[in-house]
């Protein structure tokens, strides 16, 4: 007896091979609605996205670009699920006026992203791959260390008091500090309840010890940090981006640390990971890089197969997304 078709396609794309197994958790919860998922297959590039997606109800999409001309192409898709926090891949207003649903997984790695910035933050104000190089070249003094100081009593600056910045508003309280955030975003009231004072982003700036971004990227945000925002710190001042590389014009950055305009940085995310070595910035003694490993844990990774198979899974049966991010595609 022939076993027959499943009623639904959904594409499971990556963009660099993923380093966990990709599609065992995604292919168990959309069988449960009669899913067939195709992939993982990597697309890069616009051409690639279209040849694999052209027949699919839906997409997991890793980093991909959703473009108007993709979506112009794909006459079946209904929904789009980025599996990440940021959409800045895809063409959100070309996915509205053709009706197709776009959700994303915010949530999946809040936890994971403020303690990376914790991590980063501590790393970068004691010191540590000074000390930890100069311990292991045979040096085993503090004094070469010199200065540090506490960050008790010190001003914090968050740029964006989304999920993210508030979950690490909330762990700087723990280090006594003086908290200040920028959202035009959010109402009062948002940061009334953090017990956070809302400033102006020029004033967060002049204001803040150590600048934490955790804004979303959008083309109103691309380089909203410049030379301006960088020539107002206090010389030292240190800035963490845990968020997104193109917040940040990473050639005024260069400038701000090699002149001294500011105290150092420590970066989770650059403007281009794909050319990552040739970064002038990763030479600089004052400057700490990490692989944008900020959103992971082996937590995390569940969460976020599990949430985007589950939206996807809303969608087929009928339902909106929980996480619809163009809410105008609805009646």
């Not at 959103?295 to 939206?311: G, P």
């Amino acid at each position: 007896m022939a076993v027959s078709a499943l009623k639904f396609k959904v594409l499971l794309t990556y963009f660099d091979p993923p380093s966990y197994t990709a599609g065992e958790v995604e292919r168990r919860l959309l069988a449960r609605v009669d899913a067939e998922v195709l992939g993982p297959i990597r697309c890069r590039t616009e051409e690639e996205l279209i040849a694999a997606a052209r027949d699919v109800d839906a997409i997991l999409l890793d980093q991909g670009p959703l473009t108007r001309r993709v979506l112009d192409a794909l006459h079946k898709i209904r929904a789009v699920v980025n599996v990440s926090v940021g959409i800045d891949n895809i063409d959100l207003q070309a996915a509205t006026e053709k009706r197709v649903l776009v959700a994303n997984v915010p949530d999946f790695c809040t936890i994971d992203v403020a303690e990376h910035t914790i991590a980063l933050l501590l790393a970068l104000r004691r010191k540590l791959l000074q000390a930890i190089i100069s311990t292991r070249s045979g040096t085993f003094d503090w004094v070469k260390i010199r200065p540090l100081e506490r960050l008790a009593g010190k001003t914090a600056g968050i740029v964006g008091f989304g999920r993210i910045g508030q979950a690490v508003a909330k762990r700087l309280k723990g280090f006594e500090m003086n908290i200040i955030a920028y959202d035009p975003l959010l109402p009062r009231q948002v940061f009334e309840q953090a017990g956070v004072a809302t400033v102006g982003l020029d004033e967060l700036f002049k204001r803040s010890d150590i600048v934490l971004i955790h804004s979303w990227m959008s083309k109103e945000n691309f380089h909203l940090i410049n030379e301006d925002q960088l020539k107002s710190m206090k010389k030292t001042a240190l800035i963490v981006n845990a968020a997104r590389g193109s917040l940040i014009n990473e050639k005024a950055l260069l400038k701000a640390l090699s002149e001294g305009w500011i105290g150092g940085a420590a970066l989770d995310v650059l403007e281009s990971d794909l050319h990552w070595k040739d970064n002038p910035l990763l030479k600089l003694d004052n400057v700490l890089v990490t692989p944008h490993l900020g959103w992971y844990s082996e937590q995390a990774l569940v969460d976020l197969q599990t949430k985007a198979a589950e939206e996807i899974a809303r969608v087929l049966q009928g339902s909106p997304p929980k996480n619809l991010v163009n809410k105008e595609v609805l009646p």
